[in-house]
């Protein structure tokens, strides 16, 4: 179900986002974003720049045939024509009616010092080249929108020449006028005015883009909104140049929760932490945990005075039921957090601890000692619930007895490198030599373990190692940097994470290692 | 100079930042954030909690005798008085009045939902509690600021009662009534319309304090200014529990840039960047690249067409001079920047690539190939250099020639963790072996490596390795992971930055390290 055309959600990921420092798409990874972003209901995708970006124009090439969006409509970015040619002779123009996409958005200079200085061109001709491009693109039957660059900032520096601009693409047919902060140096308020006059002056369908340079991206899209914008710009998780866009899952989430706008259908928001960190891991950028609404943390709660209200009434803390969005709640096992954040994380793992205070005394000791050694649980439920149960019924939580581990990596003079790993270990009293190779020391180092326990249990062949992480912790005062590792292991069904802490980042990768086959062997019973 | 009292900015890093998952300081770490927030003319710094954390109790009484403040006063947090006890005979009242501070800032339950529900006791009994505790503390000569928690969800379920809670405080001697979005659900234009109905109501000195579970702190605690508070809090990069609180940094930035309005000591705002980057080594969490005004990234400009332009006049595509924050214009070396961007950046390294246009093509393509598998040299400048100018001049840049090198970890039996390097290579055609221990296998490598080329290269004794970064990427269609290692090195008297890339953490770790040791023998003219 489409929800018309009253309200525009306009994702520029694929093409204003792809600035952010550290990204690059291939087609296939634009491709995979694109059908995530259909899935959260925005209504348009800005796919990128064809003629400009040789990947672009592959990607708008591919999508004609393999990309089917439900909600969506694909949307080909470009500026408008050069100073004196025609929009029909220009190439750039060209390559994207080529794009075949049924809307583009232009961009066009609205600010003069950036028409005389930058452009280098008369304020007339660049109203002509807005006029003429956007005719040419509407007779070609698209749809176009018109992106007005450093619109505020032009504004303030000339009123008048803005409005023009706006006249001039409306009058050849455009159908939005987004009003863009380019820089990025806009606060709600005084935003928010220019937005109302600019509406009022004008009766144009307006449209808003904010970066976050201010750090109020989203409070200006939200406040452009309610000074009368239908069309809000916006990329997934605010990537994009310097400190970012205005972030598509806030923006969405503050609309639809705060200001009661339907603007994507109901069924697509709770698919926004999903598609959230889908889009980081192709962007390969880790997911920011405290983003609002969708971060891992965004509903977490540490304070030791929060855990023990939470008991009590769980919506009193909370702005907004995190199920809405597709998120959870979790509580955190940490120093701060005390007896009635463990006894609630036993709850969550299934395990009613309100009867042993003596062990939640010990868990709750025995964590405070390793997180002051650097360990850190809040993102290793696993390693925390191996810990628990040691601690609470001396559960046998070891497959194995560890005689030594050896791991070599060799360099050679022809270029290859050759990862090694001998463990010597006791299963059940029988001593098991094994040695793996792999394409790091971790990978070798698992190897050589699986093989070792494989026959005796079973079970470890359906695990792997879905993803490794590394962070380094700075030394403090006397002490040396040390290492944390962790380690998330899937068997298909679940996946779970581990930790390990060490100086030396290979001892660190075989504690969560070992923590993490041992927690797969409980699940499956073998332990 | 002081400002005087008529603004407060007021920094609690220290005790609601704490909140944020995955940080824990010691009492070293906060005396240091304590001095670092003093430099960039906060007003007040709240230090913790005393008598509810041993580790905050401390903090305040070693700060009596270890911390001297130039610009900010402490503050010591805590709850109103139990219910049903005098404030003079409540253990927790009485550990603020000992914790010693001129300011006292007191936390209170202001919505009647949560006096009934969490607190668990009277409306009338909650406004003893303020009065009482407000006034036991004003005897006891200590300045009282109230954080009415909840305030905002308190005030849309009954309006009366939050004025209440202000009225109670006030009369009893309070100084500053800070209306608290402690769920964090507000939006700037709702918030705003309270603030100012609140101040027109009461006539109260009002404070703001914002969660930023909507992406709309900063903008939040602005709008709150422009709708009459005189006291903000915020955290240091926005730390703290959940999404976090509003960012001190951009709330003094947007205040004094964007607001006109003179917060902090004019001197202090270059020291903007510095404070940040050095409480986020502090707290152990890697600094936000993309943060607004302090970010490496703010001000990083990655578009060719931006790069371009640049070239012409920079003030047009910066919201403002990032002098004025203590941060630099960078000018990226990526896939989309193009000529001019490498151009630019060979500017800012003192090398003239204009009459050299073949050669910026080749470093151009050389960079896209190796972005493709992974390099990334946005971080790794000194990387960029070394390529830079192997392919201006084919300069020497390599100290050595590699035969081979072995990296082994073993872990014995009785615990005992080693390392141990050997590396094989010729040094001006002189065959030599060099083995090395250390704490980790990157560590040996290192150590193996200066034992060999010291003789012959001295200025290595100088340089040590600072920062070791690792970052795995995701694999994509049909590769394997890979490991990005960034090593920052320095020799005292500067440092630099350089990069590796393999799907071998240690061949990885390598790469970099011949890189950071070359480009340090360059800076020596060793090389």
């Known amino acids: 179900m489409s929800l018309g055309d009253a309200f525009h959600v306009f994702d520029t990921t694929l093409r204003d986002g792809a600035q952010r ?35 672009d124009t592959e990607f708008f090439a591919r999508a004609r045939s393999e990309l089917t969006l439900r909600n969506a409509e694909l949307v080909a970015f470009g500026s408008t024509r050069r100073a004196g040619v025609r929009a029909a002779e220009d190439r750039q123009v060209l390559a994207l ?41 509407v007779a070609e039957g698209r749809r176009v929108f018109l992106d007005c660059e450093h619109f505020f900032d032009g504004y303030a520096a000339d009123r008048d020449y803005g409005l023009r601009v706006l006249s001039a693409a409306f009058e050849a047919g455009a159908d939005v006028g987004v009003l863009c902060d380019t820089n990025g140096g806009m606060l709600p308020m005084g935003l928010g005015r220019v937005v109302a006059e600019v509406a009022s002056r004008t009766g144009f369908r307006l ?66 932490v999903r598609v959230s960190h889908a889009i980081a891991e192709l962007a390969n950028i880790a997911p920011d945990t405290h983003q609002p609404y969708v971060g891992s943390s965004a509903f977490a709660h540490k304070a030791g005075l929060h855990a023990s209200a939470i008991k ?14 597709g998120n959870d709640m979790r509580i955190l096992v940490t120093e701060m957090a005390g007896r009635a954040s463990v006894e609630l994380k036993g709850r969550e793992l299934g395990i009613d601890l309100s009867a042993q205070p003596d062990a939640v005394g010990r868990v709750v000791s025995r964590v405070k000692e390793l997180e002051a050694d650097g360990w850190s649980f809040e993102a290793a439920d696993a390693s925390f619930e191996l810990l628990l149960r040691a601690e609470l019924d001396g559960a046998r939580t ?23 790993a001998t463990v010597k270990l006791y299963v059940d009293g029988e001593r098991i030599i094994a040695t793996g190779e792999g394409n790091g020391p971790v990978n070798a180092l698992d190897q050589a373990l699986r093989t070792a326990l494989t026959r005796r249990y079973p079970a470890l062949a359906a695990m792997e190692l879905a993803d490794y992480k590394v962070r380094i912790l700075a030394g403090r005062a006397g002490t040396g940097a040390v290492t944390r590792v962790l380690i998330e292991t899937t068997d298909g069904a679940s996946a779970w994470t581990t930790v390990g802490v060490h100086e030396n980042v290979i001892e660190a990768s075989w504690h969560a290692l070992v923590d993490a086959l041992s927690y797969g062997l409980r699940r499956h019973s073998q332990l």
Chains 1, 2 share one sequence.
């Open 21 to 55: 420092e550290g990204v690059s798409y291939s087609v296939n990874d634009k491709l995979a974003v694109a059908r995530l972003l259909d899935e959260i209901g925005v209504g348009f995708i800005e796919g990128g720049w064809p003629g400009a970006m040789p990947k």
């Open 97 to 137: 009616r080529d794009a075949e996409t049924p809307v583009v958005c232009l961009v066009a200079k609205s600010d003069i010092r950036h028409v005389e200085r930058a452009l280098r061109t008369t304020l007339e001709e660049n109203l002509a080249m807005v006029s003429d491009t956007v005719a040419f693109l």
């Open 207 to 272: 449209g808003i883009h904010c970066q976050d340079d201010t750090g109020c991206a989203v409070a200006n899209t939200l406040a452009a909104v309610e000074a009368g914008v239908t069309h809000v710009q916006g990329t997934a998780n605010g990537y994009g140049e310097r400190a970012g866009n205005a972030d598509t899952f806030s923006v969405i989430a503050g609309l639809v929760t705060k200001m009661g706008r339907s603007v994507v259908p109901d069924r697509c928001l709770p698919e926004l």
């Open 312 to 325: 009590v009434s769980a919506e009193l803390y909370n702005h907004l039921d995190p199920a809405v969005v």
């Open 398 to 420: 070891a497959a194995f007895t560890l005689e030594s581990y050896r791991v070599l990596v060799e360099h050679w003079g022809n270029g290859s490198v050759l990862s090694e």
